[in-house]
């Protein structure tokens, strides 16, 4: 089992709607990134979470601690917000190695 | 603008022919990463600098080597690029804090390495 799990691996979605990708983890964190990548493309960090709540443009992340779980939220969907959306965590007192989950492959369409 | 450019942005080698890969950041972050990704897996952690400071992964095959020779440039060596070795390379950038509390990552575009 990895430590990292997502779901849905596949995510088919038309443009407008409310889109939610989840993330379970088994390990103690002491950050959790979302990342955004496109085919071919380089990794864009979206968001960085060890409590709480963040809120950017259209895009919310939410992580809860206690259950070791994170949500990535996108409002309003477009297509050019299809990509690859990866949840990666770090373990406490490490500048290195970042756990990552197998990545959500999200398509937007009109 | 963007902070952490990776070059070229496409590299075709031969096989068994020495390829450089370079970083460079302008955010003034103290730790710098080496990423190998495959097609449809996750990127894969090969080194890290903490300042000065170079960190293998285990794991990580000797025919990768790497340099800093400032905060602001890191290179990848591959000596002897195997068919196996060809990858999107991703290089990233942090600042860690007091405490190692870590602070977000930036990734650059990466580069798509072909091993002809």
């Known amino acids: 089992k990895n430590e990292v799990e997502q779901s849905p691996q596949n995510l088919t979605a038309q443009e407008g709607e409310f889109i939610t990708i989840n993330c379970s983890y088994s390990v103690g964190i002491s950050a959790l990134h979302w990342l955004q990548q496109h085919p071919g493309g380089g990794i864009v960090s979206l968001f960085m979470?060890?409590?709480g709540k963040k809120k950017h443009g259209r895009l919310i992340a939410t992580i809860n601690i206690q259950e070791k779980h994170s949500s990535l939220h996108i409002t309003a969907s477009h297509p050019r917000d299809s990509a690859v959306y990866i949840c990666?965590?770090?373990?406490?007192?490490?500048?290195?190695?970042?756990?990552f989950g197998t990545g959500t492959r999200l398509q937007v369409t009109l | 603008d963007a902070m952490v450019i990776q070059n070229p942005r496409y590299q075709v080698t031969q096989f068994g022919k020495p390829v450089t890969l370079s970083c460079s950041q302008t955010?003034?972050?103290?730790?710098m990463y080496w990423y190998q990704q495959k097609s449809s897996q996750a990127p894969k952690l090969l080194f890290h600098?903490?300042?000065?400071?170079?960190?293998n992964e285990a794991d990580t095959p000797d025919n990768f080597q790497s340099r800093r020779p400032n905060t602001s440039f890191c290179f990848l060596d591959i000596r002897s690029p195997g068919l196996g070795d060809a990858a999107m390379y991703l290089c990233?950038?942090?600042?860690?804090?007091?405490?190692?509390?870590?602070?977000?990552?930036?990734f650059g575009s990466g580069t798509q390495l072909s091993v002809l």
């Open positions: 990233a950038t942090s600042r860690l804090g007091q405490g190692l509390s870590n602070e977000k990552l930036f």
């Open positions: 979470l060890s409590s």
């Open positions: 600098y903490y300042d000065k400071d170079f960190n």
């Open positions: 955010l003034n972050h103290n730790v």
């Open positions: 990666a965590v770090l373990p406490p007192g490490t500048a290195s190695k970042l756990t």
